[in-house]
């Protein structure tokens, strides 16, 4: 088959899904969600460098586990539905 | 006489010209540079005043003519109007003599046509009637024409005076213009003179304001006791040795504390001791009124005069008695007779609350509504710790005249010398009547100065006033340069003195002081050593002095906090303090004449102090809201030396609102769940979801919880600091020292704030973010008093010279 059938089979066999449209929403979603986690530790790093306490590293632990469970939810999105 | 005037205009012109040339001609000055600027104003001030004298008595010179050419003006004006009255009535007359002359001319025309002599002939008579009859006939024409030949010249004269006067009209208007102009502008370029040199030395005045305004000194005696170190009673370890000194402190205007103490000790009422004190004041009763009192709320006067605290309680009741009467005076004059609120700390009064008690409390109550008054008006009533012998005017220390400060010797005696003014100053007793301010540690912790450091002192005052572009060069040289040039040493100063061809001082072998006993000021300081004897100008002598001492040493303290409004005694200004010099020479210093009362006691460090008295505990709870000495608790800016006193946060509260958020949050899933179960049929797309939800509560949460977490305000031993994040990723940090504080109050409200005591803490500052505001933090009384302690500190470290 050439790749021009090829393309017309792939044409006439698609079918629109919803699910996709929400994968694709989500996924963007969760680009800036992503983002936002990593400004969160530039944040906490600045906040701890003008604030230095004894309560500074568990706060950087649970900055870095937000931004752990942002990429975790990404990757779940990614394999679900 | 009009030539001379110009010309005397003309020169008095190029003199102005040449005079503001001279004074527009300034060194390059750094803002910074005070005292650089300072002499540059004094030179000019010194080359205003003489060109200022002559431009006045060329003024006067050219008033004189001027006024000698108005006169002539007006006797010329005085001359036109009779000139024009005179032209009116000959108008009149020639208007009658016009219609004269007209009947003249036709009777002269009829009769030298009609009657001809011919026909004359013909009808006489006789030869003798014929004769008398030409001789008459011939006498009334020659009347006729001599009268038109008289009406025709006066015609003339007339149209000559009319020109004349018109013209005499006009020249009048332009030299009387003229004239006017010219005086106008004489009285313009005087006044700008005279401006000008208000100016600058309102300039002066601001600029040593600015240099001084960091050195604190108590003002009253609610600032708390009295700490000044007299270093005669001090050995340095060097020979010879010389310590400058200072009569009293700060402003001397107004009331004398110690010296209302010295008189009451010698029986003086509390009336005589207002009376010596005020000019031309008298005691009168005003009614109770209420009172505004920041932090207090409303309260009856006498209350509040209950709870000041201005005065110890162990001085004579007619003392305590005079204070009250000025505390009270203050105060209404202050609030305006209630329409104002009054600070509780000495930027107006120290009031504590409740009731102090013992000898004040009786004061108060025997002198009930009693205020000093002057022409109607409740004085306020200034008042100050200790004058050192001599009171000022308030216009003498630059504050606005009022006529109830008076210049005045506070002695029981003549005073001749320094040992009569010592002996009969009623404010003797006072801690710092007599004192020199600064120390060195190296140096038995005093104020003694080697003979070469003064002439180093001297090298560079004569330096700085044979070249003041180098004063930049010239401030102390154990301390950074404030200018970021490089700081000349002793040796450099010589060199460049040299250069200039002036003999430096290598040491210093007397120093003398001359004085105005009447006023109770420095007049000349005269410097005798190695490079002969030099005489300066006390205040000049006094600027270099405090410029150039090393370490802390200031022997004329001068200060003025410029950022505060002028009331009472904590605003000062520049004034002429006089200074004794005690010089020791090859033995060790003379016990003082006068005992000094108090001794001075060993203070702890300041945080030790605020620690103990505060009977604080240290904080370890990193989540607290109120930390005091927080342990392992550094921010960014913090210096090596400088301790947290305190760090406050929003009161936890306060993080009910989004704790609640929160929870609703949480549960928010289940409940939609619950109500919608067939919402969303994918299982995988529900937990999805259901996960987001979370994983955005939680990002919710934790950015709350930092936001309140590092919002926070410190309090160190030294400073205020302010550390904010208002929006991801922005911070801003605001600092402020802790004698910039002029005023703290706390302001709490509501039903929440009273029940867990939390509220705002205001602190007003002297520095360039004029408020720091403490959000509801928990305590706010506990943190002014943290505050009001550590402004307390900070100034008496001040005095005693241990200020980092």
């Known amino acids: 088959m050439s790749p021009f059938e090829k393309l017309v089979q792939f044409s006439t066999n698609f079918t629109f899904s919803f699910n996709w449209v929400l994968k694709a929403l989500f996924l963007l979603a969760m680009l800036f969600y992503v983002a936002f986690g990593v400004v969160v530790i530039r944040q906490v790093s600045l906040m701890s460098k003008t604030l230095e306490g004894t309560f500074d590293l568990p706060i950087k632990i649970i900055a870095w586990v937000h931004l752990g469970m942002i990429l975790g939810l990404l990757v779940i999105i990614l394999l679900a539905f | 006489m009009k030539k001379a005037a110009v010309f005397l205009f003309l020169c008095f012109l190029v003199s102005l010209f040449l005079c503001f040339s001279v004074l527009t001609v300034r060194a390059d000055c750094p803002e910074t540079d005070y005292d650089c600027q300072i002499a540059e104003i004094q030179k000019v001030i010194d080359a205003l005043k003489p060109a200022h004298e002559r431009n006045k008595a060329e003024l006067a010179e050219l008033k004189t003519q001027l006024a000698s050419l108005q006169k002539k003006l007006d006797s010329i004006a005085v001359k036109l109007k009779e000139l024009e009255k005179s032209i009116f009535e000959r108008e009149v007359d020639l208007a009658f003599q016009n219609e004269l002359?007209?009947?003249?001319?036709?009777?002269?025309?009829?009769?030298?046509?009609?009657?001809?002599?011919?026909?004359?002939?013909?009808?006489?008579?006789?030869?003798?009637?014929?004769?008398?009859?030409?001789?008459?006939?011939?006498?009334?024409?020659?009347?006729?024409?001599?009268?038109?030949?008289?009406?025709?010249?006066?015609?003339?004269?007339?149209?000559?005076?009319?020109?004349?006067?018109?013209?005499?009209?006009?020249?009048?208007?332009?030299?009387?213009?003229?004239?006017?102009?010219?005086?106008?502008?004489?009285?313009?370029?005087?006044?700008?003179?005279?401006?000008?040199?208000?100016?600058?030395?309102?300039?002066?005045?601001?600029?040593?304001?600015?240099?001084?305004?960091?050195?604190?000194?108590?003002?009253?005696?609610?600032a708390g006791p009295l700490v000044c170190v007299d270093d005669r009673e001090r050995d340095p370890g060097f020979r010879p040795a010389f310590a400058f000194y200072t009569y009293g402190i700060p402003h001397r205007v107004g009331m004398n504390q110690y010296g209302a103490y010295g008189r009451a000790k010698a029986g003086q009422s509390y009336r005589d001791i207002l009376n010596a004190y005020y000019e031309g004041i008298t005691i009168e009763k005003k009614p109770n009124i209420n009172i505004k009192v920041q932090g207090y709320g409303e309260m009856p006067l006498e209350q509040y005069l209950l709870g000041i605290y201005e005065m110890p309680e162990s001085w004579p009741i007619e003392a305590q008695k005079a204070q009250a009467v000025a505390a009270r005076s203050y105060a209404l004059a202050y609030t305006d007779n209630g329409a104002k609120e009054i600070c509780t700390t000495q930027y107006c009064q120290v009031y504590k609350g409740g009731n102090k008690g013992g000898n004040w409390e009786a004061a108060v109550k025997a002198t009930e509504g009693e205020v000093a008054v002057h022409s109607g008006q409740v004085i306020t009533a200034w008042y100050a710790s200790t004058a050192g012998g001599y009171t000022f005017l308030s216009s003498d220390v630059g504050w606005s005249h009022r006529p109830w400060t008076k210049r005045m010797r506070d002695t029981s005696g003549d005073v001749g010398n320094f040992a009569d003014l010592q002996g009969k100053a009623y404010d003797n007793d006072s801690p710092c009547f007599y004192a020199a301010q600064g120390w060195r540690k190296e140096y038995n912790k005093s104020a003694w100065l080697k003979s070469e450091e003064v002439a180093d002192i001297v090298n560079v005052l004569l330096l700085a006033k044979e070249d003041p572009s180098t004063q930049k060069h010239l401030p102390q040289v154990d301390k950074p340069n404030p200018d970021g040039v490089d700081t000349w040493d002793a040796g450099r100063v010589r060199q460049e003195l040299s250069s200039r061809g002036i003999t430096p001082f290598n040491g210093v072998s007397d120093v003398s002081v001359g004085w105005d006993k009447g006023l109770g000021r420095t007049t000349a300081v005269t410097v005798s050593g190695d490079a002969g004897t030099k005489t300066f100008e006390g205040p000049e002598f006094k600027n270099f002095f405090n410029l150039r001492a090393p370490a802390n040493s200031r022997c004329l303290i001068l200060r003025k906090s410029d950022k505060i409004k002028p009331v009472k005694s904590k605003v000062l200004k520049f004034i002429n303090p006089m200074p004794d010099i005690y010089v020791a020479k090859d033995k060790k210093p003379t016990k003082p004449k006068v005992a000094r009362p108090k001794a001075i006691k060993p203070k702890a460090t300041k945080t030790e102090t605020v620690a103990e008295k505060m009977k604080l505990r240290r904080t370890t709870n990193p989540l607290t809201a109120l930390a005091i000495r927080p342990k392992k608790v550094f921010f960014e800016t913090q210096e090596k030396e400088e301790k947290i006193i305190l760090l406050a946060r929003r009161h936890q509260v306060t993080n009910l609102r989004w704790v609640l958020i929160t929870i609703v949050m949480f549960f928010l899933p289940w409940f939609v769940t619950g109500m919608f179960p067939q919402l969303v049929s994918s299982l995988s797309f529900r937990a999805v979801v259901i996960l987001t939800w979370y994983l955005a509560t939680f990002s919710y949460a934790f950015e709350k919880f930092l936001k309140w977490f590092f919002n926070v305000n410190i309090i160190t031993d030294e400073r205020v600091v302010d550390i904010d994040f208002p929006f991801i990723l922005y911070r801003d940090i605001s600092t402020t020292k802790i004698d910039n504080i002029q005023d703290v109050s706390a302001k709490t409200g509501g039903f929440a704030r009273a029940l867990f005591d939390y509220g705002d803490v205001h602190i007003q500052t002297a520095g360039e973010q004029r408020e720091f505001i403490f959000e509801a933090v928990p305590q706010p009384d506990e943190v002014i008093r943290i505050l009001n302690q550590l402004v307390l500190e900070e100034e008496q470290e001040k005095l005693e010279g241990r200020v980092r």
């Not at chain 2, 008459?136 to 010249?153: E, H, K, P």
């Not at chain 2, 106008?184 to 700008?192: A, D």
């Not at chain 2, 030395?201 to 604190?216: G, P």
Request: proline share 2%; hydrophobic share 40%.
């Open chain 2, 101 to 222: 002359l007209a009947v003249k001319v036709r009777s002269y025309y009829i009769k030298s046509q009609r009657y001809s002599p011919l026909l004359l002939f013909l009808s006489s008579s006789s030869a003798q009637e014929l004769t008398r009859e030409l001789i008459f006939r011939q006498q009334a024409v020659n009347q006729d024409r001599l009268m038109i030949i008289q009406i025709a010249s006066d015609l003339k004269e007339l149209e000559e005076d009319k020109v004349t006067y018109e013209k005499s009209q006009v020249s009048l208007a332009q030299a009387q213009k003229q004239v006017d102009e010219r005086a106008t502008f004489l009285e313009g370029e005087v006044e700008k003179v005279e401006s000008a040199i208000v100016s600058l030395t309102t300039k002066q005045q601001q600029l040593l304001a600015q240099k001084l305004a960091s050195l604190n000194l108590p003002a009253t005696l609610g």
